[in-house]
């Protein structure tokens, strides 16, 4: 019998941060909700980090997902943007793990593949993508889009995960 899961994309940035939710039953994917956890530009980076967990936090406790997944860290031209990246990155892991929810990381390339078929697609064409997947009237913020990529490519993983789980049975 196949079970519905709910799965959380999440597209880090020290600025917006995307959240994206989709529901997988089967290889059938249903959006849920996205959005973006922005945080305030003119605080100092400890009390943007604060606002960036307490929304990604919020947005566990109101959707209740199964699963977690998070886009990896690409490599930045910028030492000091790649640091900030990875302290979002922090805080993100760290409320999945309060949550206890399997996570999961994705490099850019793999969700591009996954989605648009891909490995170097624009963000034009990956909100296009997750759109027309998704069946949405309105194209999603980038970052939302991205977020949202990110939790479709999971549910693939997961879907062929339990395919061949089923098969080995």
């Known amino acids: 019998m196949l079970k519905t899961i709910r799965i959380l994309g999440i597209d880090p940035g020290s600025r917006a941060t995307g959240f994206g939710i989709v529901e997988q039953h089967g290889f ?6 996205c959005g973006v956890v922005k945080s305030t530009p003119t605080l100092a980076m400890a009390e943007r980090l604060k ?3 307490q929304g990604i936090c919020a947005v566990i406790g109101k ?4 699963h977690a997944a998070i886009e990896q860290v690409f490599v930045a031209k910028n030492p000091s943007s790649a640091l900030k990246l990875g302290q979002v990155r922090g805080v993100l892991l760290l409320a999945a793990s309060q949550f206890s929810l399997p996570l999961q ?6 969700v591009k593949q996954a989605v648009v078929g891909y490995g170097q697609a624009g963000k034009d064409q990956m909100q296009q ?3 027309a997947l998704l069946k949405l009237s309105a194209t999603p913020s ?10 479709m490519c999971c549910a693939n993983h997961l879907a062929v995960s339990r395919a061949a789980d089923r098969t080995k049975s």
């Open 105 to 110: 990381e994705f490099s850019p390339k793999v």
């Open 51 to 53: 606002e960036i967990y």
């Open 28 to 33: 059938d994917l249903n959006f849920i909700a």
């Open 142 to 151: 980038p970052d939302a889009a991205d977020a949202l990529a990110v939790a």
């Open 129 to 131: 993508a997750v759109r």
């Open 63 to 66: 959707h209740d997902p199964h």
